[in-house]
């Protein structure tokens, strides 16, 4: 049985039908558009958003609060009480079960996460859209860290779910290779490395589409589960590509050959180093909006956007970030949509927060608005389109 985790319940005004009701998007959302800003609260926001786009939304990235015990207050009277861990449970459970009705079968999300609430919200997870469901936990790699007394921690933490894992692509990165050092069949193309592109017999599944025979120069068969498809594995065969160990016997296990500076599909590893630091990405952020510091610890556009492309999902994807912060989000999206030509439609929702340790002669006044001042700069640097709306109550 699964463990399940408990808590006090904190209702919201917008639990109510009769509220939900009354509201709407001023001016009205166009879904042919190709992003989307929508400021308010994304509770009721989420809950609008299921008339157009239930099972339509491929991929989700959130950077939620943390509950740290001083950025998240989402009711003073609770973290007063002691009761802050179920207000935030009860917080994030509405919206990831809205999140989780508008993702597609083949979608997945990311939340990111530090250490306060990590292993409830792990928990939360698992009974929301399934243990069976987690992915991983990609943990990025962020500078020197946060220390204390007795330790540093230099990773913050990103659950990935999906919401149905049987549908969900295999995740791929591709990785460029320097550290061939060998030639031991004297390729003509210079230095490689073997790797592994099969399971062994007794982890293959006779009934896997990719579960077929594969024969030796020297009349060795082997049958067993590839990492490839029948018609790749015949056009690496053909380009000298499959390694069966020293001739004449060819008897090894086959590998593939990887060449140096050849890009190679592999599976993504769940620690992140190759991305930019928090610093680099709150230098990128002022010089975008031409103010200093006004956004707390935004995170790096390629984080983002490598986290979008691991997944495989199509190039006309619907993305969601109903946290949006400052926006990073829609910049990831714009420039993959750049780099490969895709038509990705990227939705935000922001709460028009207060911008904290903001100076009197701060020009936004809530972090919706840096948001939208971002995103316009950037749809204008890539040529993208967006539009924008407001949550609002209609008496």
């Keep these: 049985m699964a463990f399940k985790i408990t808590w006090d319940d904190y209702p919201e005004a917008y639990d109510s039908s009769q509220i939900m009701e009354k509201l709407s998007f001023e001016p009205e959302v166009s879904f042919e558009e190709n992003h989307i800003l929508l400021e308010g609260d994304n509770y009721p926001v989420l809950k609008l958003l299921q008339k157009n786009l239930q099972n339509k939304v491929n991929l989700i990235y959130i950077d939620p609060p943390y509950n740290t015990g001083n950025e998240f207050t989402y009711n003073d009277s609770f973290i ?113 490395f073997s790797g592994s592109i099969s399971f062994t017999e007794q982890r293959s599944n006779p009934n896997h589409h990719n579960y077929f025979t594969v024969t030796s120069p020297s009349g060795i068969k082997w049958t067993r589960q590839w990492q490839c498809s029948k018609e790749e594995m015949d056009e690496l065969l053909a380009d000298n590509k499959i390694y069966f160990g020293p001739a004449p ?99 935000l929702v922001q709460k028009p927060e207060e911008v904290k340790g903001a100076s009197q002669d701060c020009d936004f006044k809530n972090i919706a608005e840096i948001c939208k001042a971002r995103c316009q700069n950037v749809s204008q640097i890539y040529n993208e389109k967006l539009s924008y709306s407001v949550l609002y109550f209609n008496d």
């Design 249 to 347: 016997e060819y008897a090894a296990v086959p590998r593939k050959k990887v060449f140096n500076d050849q890009p190679e599909e592999v599976i993504p590893r769940n620690i992140i180093e190759q991305v930019e630091s928090t610093r680099s990405a709150q230098k990128h952020l002022d010089e975008l909006l031409g103010a200093k510091a006004v956004f707390d610890n935004p995170k790096p556009v390629d984080l983002i956007s490598h986290l979008i492309e691991i997944t495989q999902m199509p190039k006309d994807s619907i993305i969601l970030d109903f946290f949006a912060g400052s926006g990073t989000t829609f910049e990831a999206v714009c420039e993959l949509n750049s780099r490969d030509k895709g038509n990705r439609k990227c939705i």
């Design 80 to 192: 007063a009480n002691g009761d802050r861990h179920s207000a935030w449970l009860s917080f994030m459970s509405r919206r990831l079960k809205c999140a989780a009705q508008l993702l597609q079968e083949s979608g997945c999300i990311f939340i990111a996460i530090d250490q306060s609430e990590l292993y409830v919200l792990k928990l939360l997870c698992d009974q929301i859209f399934g243990e069976d469901n987690f992915v991983n936990d990609f943990m990025w790699l962020h500078g020197k860290g946060k220390k204390d007394t007795w330790s540093r921690t230099l990773q913050q933490h990103t659950l990935c779910y999906a919401k149905n894992k049987k549908a969900l692509k295999p995740f791929k990165e591709i990785e460029y290779t320097s550290w061939a050092k060998k030639n031991v069949d004297k390729d003509p193309r210079g230095d490689w």
